[in-house]
Each structure stands twice: as structure tokens, then as C-alpha cells.
């Protein structure tokens, strides 16, 4: 059973740019959410989705999107890059978000560097 | 406030001995699940053992158990018979199912265990 995947795992952009990075869930899994690694803030909340809908999000700016489409694959848009966006950015799939007895397992991340 | 607190920054173990990651959490939420996740430097979060919070057993996989205390709100990670490659950051991760928390996890700062051989 294939896990979670992330593209690409490893990127480079300019200030000013954008990117766009993709997850595929565990097959079955229809809860996405994305989180934002970095040395200074930790592991920090992005958002989270469930059949396409957009169900929490955390405390970023708008700067910072996501969409889930209907195969569950969803996708994360961070517009006019910033230098303090350099951050792993890591995809975790659920099978369903209620409750808390889903286990949540991750992909291996996004390393994205802003110069 | 912060919810999850892991209060070793940095942990060290003999190779083959057992090890105690410390993990106490804050909540005022009567369901939620407790997680423990390993991060090596490449990046990927492994998921590593989950305990909820109405399991009245604590959670063992493997090398993992979990040593869940309700009361005490702790939740510590016991890696027996630590290998080389338990080398690593492990983070204390939390669930909860009421308000704003919907669907997310909050994570400890991560203890970095280094098994020495």
C-alpha cells in the first residue's frame, strides 16, 4: 500500500514568486491537512481538508492556499514568497478526520527554499 | 498556552538499553488521541504509536509503548532495546476533537535522541 506522497521534495524560488506543492494521500484516506516546519516556530497548523472542503485552517496568512480534489489529492499555494516561508512542508493523510482514533500518517515533505 | 510540552531537548542512550521520551499535555477536551511521531533528517514524520484518550490499555508497537497517565496528563514515549537507528527527532503530537482544534494535530518541540553504540 503506498504511502504518502509528496512533489517535489525538494525546491528553490525567488522572493516575489509562487509555488505550488501536491499530495497524494493514502489511498482511501479522504482527510488532508498540510503543516509548516520550521527551526524557530516548529510544526505549525495549515489547514485541512475533507472531500474537498476546506474544514480548519491555522493562523497564516492568505497568502497561504490549498485546494483537495475529488480523488482526495490536494495541492498548496503559497503566492508572493517570502524569505521566512523557507520551511519543510509536510502532507498528512487520515481516513477520516472525526474523532480522534484515526491514525494520521505523513509524507516525507516539501523542502522549500526561499532566496 | 502550549498544549504539548516535550521538556528534553536533547536525549542520549547506550545502544541496547531502553530509553524514556517525556510528553505532557494540556486539554480540556474529553476525547482526543495522543500521537508520537520520529522525524530523521531527511525529513518524513514515521508514525510511530497512538494512544486515545478511553483506552484504558497503554499502547505498545513493537519497540514502542506508550506510558499513558490520564490524571497526570502524560503520555511518554518508552523505546526498549534502542538501535542506532532510533537515532532521531520524536515529536509528541495531540489530537482533539472539540472547537477550533477540529482536525488538526498540535505538536510538542521534539526531543532529539541520540543512541550512542
Known amino acids: 500500500k503506498a504511502g504518502v506522497t509528496q512533489t517535489p521534495r525538494y525546491l528553490i524560488k525567488t522572493r516575489g514568486q509562487q509555488v505550488t506543492l501536491s499530495c497524494s494521500p493514502i489511498?482511501?484516506?479522504?482527510?488532508v491537512s498540510w503543516y509548516q516546519q520550521t527551526p524557530g516556530q516548529g510544526l505549525q497548523f495549515l489547514f485541512e481538508?475533507?472531500?474537498?472542503?476546506?474544514?480548519n485552517k491555522g493562523n497564516f496568512p492568505g497568502r497561504f492556499s490549498g485546494r483537495q480534489f475529488s480523488n482526495s489529492r490536494s495541492e498548496m499555494n503559497v503566492s508572493t514568497l517570502e524569505l521566512g516561508d523557507s520551511a519543510l512542508y509536510l502532507c498528512?493523510?487520515?481516513?477520516?478526520?472525526?474523532?480522534?482514533?484515526?491514525?494520521?500518517?505523513f509524507g516525507e515533505g516539501s523542502w522549500l527554499t526561499v532566496v | 498556552a502550549q498544549k504539548i510540552t516535550q521538556t528534553q531537548p536533547g536525549m542520549f542512550v547506550q545502544e541496547k538499553e531502553a530509553v524514556t521520551l517525556d510528553c505532557t499535555y494540556d486539554?480540556?477536551?474529553?476525547?482526543?488521541?495522543l500521537f508520537w511521531y520520529k522525524q530523521p533528517s531527511s525529513g518524513e514524520m514515521i508514525f510511530l504509536i497512538y494512544?486515545?484518550?478511553?483506552?484504558?490499555q497503554n499502547a505498545t508497537e513493537g519497540r514502542y509503548s506508550l506510558n499513558f497517565q490520564k490524571a497526570r496528563k502524560s503520555a511518554n514515549l518508552v523505546i526498549s532495546a534502542s538501535q542506532l537507528g532510533d537515532s532521531a527527532m520524536y515529536f509528541c503530537?495531540?489530537?482533539?476533537?472539540?472547537?477550533?482544534?477540529?482536525?488538526?494535530?498540535?505538536f510538542g518541540q521534539g526531543t532529539i535522541l541520540t543512541v550512542h553504540p
Open positions: 486539554t480540556s477536551d474529553q476525547s482526543y488521541g
Open positions: 481538508y475533507f472531500s474537498e472542503t476546506q474544514r
Open positions: 494512544q486515545g484518550s478511553y483506552d484504558e
Open positions: 498528512a493523510s487520515s481516513p477520516d478526520a472525526q474523532g480522534a482514533g484515526n491514525t494520521i500518517y
Open positions: 489511498s482511501g484516506h479522504r482527510s
Open positions: 503530537a495531540m489530537r482533539e476533537t472539540g472547537g477550533t482544534s477540529y482536525g488538526k494535530l498540535t
